[in-house]
């Protein structure tokens, strides 16, 4: 069965840093999303992607957080300068078609520790 | 008020019982409701959509009620691989936009 995948599992940074977490969306999808779960917490959707752009985007994704399709396969999300509360999971989903019923595939998500 | 409520629990459920629980969305435009399944540390699994009528997937059963805005999901037979957390999830008026509710923590007892 076709999967979503992520890389890394862990990254550890210091605060101020910048991270790029990268994931590769199901090959047939067209929809790409970032989401992030603190720990304890919801998970908090982040933004949405299709054809090469940003469809819609959450508070949180504020002007240190980017997102790129660099090629036909990979689909990274930047954090440029990182902060202690960036720490969280995030998590990558792909879908083919954004509709009622849509089906939202994610990936095993990255660990994003700063310190 | 959240968008998404669920009771944190943790439901505490013998191996073989029944267990039920809600969630509530408070955006009564809201179209599409789901129930996402998460182990712990890992990402959510899609296991069922909601639909108008009900439906029923195996020992899953899953209800929708637009008037008080509410879903349910019930396990019967419980099994120990259902011990989980059960993510609530709405899709408001944005296309793609899944709302999640913090979950609601099953543990299936032997």
């Known amino acids: 069965e076709p999967e979503v995948t992520q890389t890394p599992s862990h990254q550890v940074t210091q605060m101020g840093q910048e991270v790029i977490l990268r994931c590769v969306p199901i090959s047939n999808h067209l929809y790409f999303y970032w989401y992030r779960q603190i720990l304890g917490q919801k998970v908090e959707f982040l933004v949405s992607f299709y054809n090469n752009e940003i469809s819609e985007k959450s508070e949180i994704f504020d002007d240190q957080f980017s997102v790129e399709r660099p090629d036909g396969s990979n689909f990274t999300l930047k954090i440029r300068s990182t902060k202690l509360e960036d720490s969280a999971m995030y998590f990558c989903a792909s879908s083919d078609k954004p509709d009622l019923q849509e089906t939202q595939y994610f990936g095993p998500g990255t660990r994003l520790l700063v310190l | 008020r959240k968008e998404v409520e669920q009771d944190p629990g943790p439901f505490n459920v013998p191996e073989g019982a029944t267990v039920a629980f809600n969630c509530t969305y408070s955006?009564?435009?809201?179209?599409?409701f789901f129930w996402y399944r998460q182990d712990c540390r890992k990402e959510p699994k899609l296991l069922m959509s909601v639909y108008s009528s009900g439906n029923e997937d195996g020992r899953f059963t899953a209800q929708l009620n637009r008037a008080s805005q509410y879903i349910s999901l019930l396990i019967r037979d419980s099994k120990l691989s259902d011990s989980a957390t059960y993510l609530c999830v709405v899709i408001g008026d944005s296309w793609g936009k899944l709302q999640f509710g913090a979950g609601t923590q099953v543990v299936v007892t032997p």
């Open positions: 955006n009564s435009a809201s179209q599409s």
